[in-house]
Nanobody, 126 residues
Framework: QVQLVESGGGLVQAGGSLRLSCAASGRTFSNYAMGWFRQAPGKEREFVAAITWSGGYTYYADSVKGRFTISRDNAKNTLYLQMNSLKPEDTAVYYC???????????????????WGQGTQVTVSS
């Protein structure tokens, strides 16, 4: 399994921006499709964004479309989530996840991902 470590979370005012990073190790990062998920207190985990192994295709939840951008740098073994125009309802623990997918494919169901990071807290104040 690939190991994942998120960073970049913090406290930001509504309308602000943050960039999350997810550093991967232990396996060939470019063999994995990746995703970002989040979980707010008292709520179920929800899908945020996904990207293919090459970065050529992306997919977003409607709630973040146009505000968040998922990207990856396979040379640096790192996944990113650029979050702009943040809202208080974006407050959650954000997790990156990996699915072995060397031949392509895009997933957005958490059950399809085999590796998860420990999460990073994002808090958006109003």
């Amino acid at each position: 399994q690939v190991q994942l470590v998120e960073s970049g979370g913090g406290l930001v005012q509504a309308g602000g921006s943050l960039r999350l990073s997810c550093a991967a190790s232990g396996r060939t990062f470019s063999n994995y499709a990746m995703g970002w998920f989040r979980q707010a207190p008292g709520k179920e985990r929800e899908f945020v964004a996904a990207i293919t192994w090459s970065g050529g295709y992306t997919y977003y939840a409607d709630s973040v479309k146009g505000r968040f951008t998922i990207s990856r740098d396979n040379a640096k073994n790192t996944l990113y989530l650029q979050m702009n125009s943040l809202k208080p309802e974006d407050t959650a623990v954000y997790y990156c996840a990996a699915r072995y997918s060397p031949y392509g494919g895009l997933w957005y169901d958490g059950a399809d991902f085999g590796s998860w990071g420990q999460g990073t807290q994002v808090t958006v104040s109003s």
